[in-house]
């Protein structure tokens, strides 16, 4: 597709110079209700490493993830959501006919080509059955050393004391608890590589099953059948896996772990037999409430004020054009992230995100979904839209100030203005955003501020398709410029359009926005449009208040699947 051609046009900026190592660390299942330093659990369990982490870099309160592991892994590792990466559910490695196409821009990819990049530990982006134990590696980088996918996947008598581990392609078996294993080669990764480097570290804890760690580990005395008492071996798990992560800082010689950032991060949220009150197991791994998907995300090192927190919204796809941006590299491809450097040295800064989506669905892929869950929330509010067992659309509203666990839905009483836009506002953003549409930005503003222009609709043949323009001057002219992906030659390319009728080849539809500035479009998708064709979008309209007498809404382009 040629929008990354666009984009490197358009989203120009200068990267940070800088060349830190990165070492990314990824919890599997754990929420921010079992790491201590977020304080919103009144028995979060032991983890002193980590919150020292904490105490001494940046932790973000409000990040999300999705509710489950592939799908999240899929989002740091390509800077998009699911329904761009076909990767809404776990990846179940043995028989599964779906993986991460290996030919997305990763962000081992992305990387200056000064970078060593290794992946350990947890991978579960691939399949057995499609690129089997090469997958990191074609997607960039140098090497892997861990386990494939979830254990006991495909081995139904793995245990974490004996598992299926990729030794850099070569197939084999790990007699090491696995939470120790991936810091083993963590250490010789970090003691061995030349500088600088980025280190992908995912441990499988404190995932299913939960086999009682060696007793070294952690403090506390398990007994009897792990099914029996979870949330104490869940714990230890989780102890165990800080007693390593300070085992793998303290073997970083002190002039390398000087220009470490370090980045700790869960995938989803805790699973729900390890949730307990005042969480709600069935609001835990794999829903899209805060207990599936608020996950804790702290980052340390050169140029992160130290103690401090943000309350900015983020999402894990946030952490590719972080790492790039650390790294000097090039994040153009991740095109649904935003980068936290700016919050770096101004945690108190404004959210760099007005809000913030996550989904899950089934099957994995781009073909019809039996399921489909997403969510999205602004500062206070959050929006579910979920497809039911009939097939009918539920929507449910939350206000997350004053019902943080989400247990009362709003949409079943009666809403005030302030509800009802937020309910309005936010399913429209999932309809538009949880389909094959992207907001490019690049308005200009007029009357009422920058004009907004959303579209939904899948882009099959015969899909209804929908085009919104809001918040425009009312009762005004305004000019719908069409661009095509053969258009390269013209001003259409890229979305990039001026207000000049004598000049612009191509389609534009000429309406008037109503007394509220609103214009809607439906129409009907034609039938044999190849799958990849982009098109591209842009309202100008006629305001006296714009600068050049037009105002322009944000740019959207939409691909067929």
């Known amino acids: 597709m040629r929008s990354a051609a666009f984009l490197a046009i358009v989203l120009f900026a200068v990267p940070v110079a800088a060349q830190n190592n990165v070492l990314l660390i990824i919890a599997d299942d754990m929420g921010v209700d079992r790491l201590a330093a977020y304080g919103e659990h009144v028995d979060p369990g032991n983890t002193p490493v980590l919150d020292q982490l904490a105490a001494n870099g940046m932790l973000f309160r409000n990040a999300w993830a999705n509710p489950v592991c592939s799908a999240s892994r899929a989002a740091i590792l390509t800077g998009q959501h699911s329904f761009r990466t076909g990767v809404g559910r776990g990846i179940g490695y043995y028989g599964e006919t779906y993986e991460l196409d290996v030919d997305t821009p990763s962000l081992a990819d992305a990387l200056p080509g000064s970078y060593a990049s290794v992946a350990l530990g947890k991978w579960h982006i691939g399949s057995l059955s499609i690129s089997a134990l090469d997958h990191p590696t074609l997607m960039g980088f140098d090497s892997h050393y861990g386990a494939p996918a979830t254990i006991p996947t495909p081995h139904p008598f793995e245990t974490y004391f004996n598992f299926y581990k990729n030794d850099n392609g070569t197939p084999g078996w790990s007699t090491t608890y696995a939470t120790t294993d991936t810091v083993d080669d963590a250490i010789t990764q970090v003691t061995t590589l030349p500088e600088p480097w980025f280190l992908w570290t995912a441990f499988n804890a404190p995932h299913n099953p939960w086999h009682a760690p060696p007793s070294g580990l952690h403090s506390f005395n398990l007994t009897g059948l792990p ?57 835990a791994k794999s829903t899209v409430y805060e207990g599936g998907i608020n996950v804790p995300l702290i980052v340390q090192g050169p140029g992160v004020m130290g103690g401090t927190e943000s309350d900015g919204l983020v999402h894990i796809v946030d952490l590719f054009r972080t790492v790039t941006d650390i790294a000097g590299g090039d994040g153009e491809a991740a095109v649904d992230s935003v980068s936290l450097v700016p919050y770096f040295n101004d945690p108190t800064r404004e959210s760099l995100r007005t809000w913030v989506y996550a989904d899950i669905f089934e099957p994995n892929g781009f073909g019809p979904k039996t399921s489909w869950d997403r969510a999205a929330r602004n500062e206070r509010h959050k929006v579910i839209v979920r497809v039911d067992e009939f097939g009918d659309t539920v929507e449910e509203l939350y206000d997350l100030d004053l019902d943080p666990f989400e247990t009362t839905d709003l949409t079943v009483g009666v809403l005030t203005t302030e509800e009802q836009n937020a309910l309005d506002d936010l399913s429209f953003k999932i309809e538009s955003l949880g389909r094959a549409w992207t907001d490019l930005g690049f308005g200009l503003p007029g009357t009422n501020g920058v004009p907004q222009l959303l579209g939904s609709g899948d882009l099959v043949g015969g899909d209804i398709i929908r085009v919104k323009m809001r918040e425009a001057r009312g009762n005004a002219p305004a000019f719908l410029f069409l661009g095509l992906e053969p258009l390269y030659f013209s001003p259409f390319f890229g979305g990039t359009l001026v207000p000049d009728l004598t000049t612009l080849p191509g389609t534009i539809v000429i309406v008037q926005s109503n007394p509220f500035g609103i214009v809607n479009l439906a129409s009907l998708w034609p039938i044999g449009i190849p799958s990849g064709f982009e098109i591209y979008l842009q309202y100008w309209v006629q305001d006296i208040m714009a600068p050049h007498g037009y105002a322009g809404t944000n740019a959207v382009m939409a691909v067929t699947p």
């Open 227 to 283: 099914e029996n008492s979870i949330v104490d071996h869940v714990k230890a798990s989780i102890e165990a896996m800080d007693t390593e992560i300070g085992r793998l800082i303290a073997a970083m010689d002190p002039g390398v772990a000087a220009n470490t950032v370090i980045i700790f991060v869960g995938d989803n949220g805790t699973d729900r037999p390890a949730s307990t009150a005042p969480f709600i197991p069935t609001h």
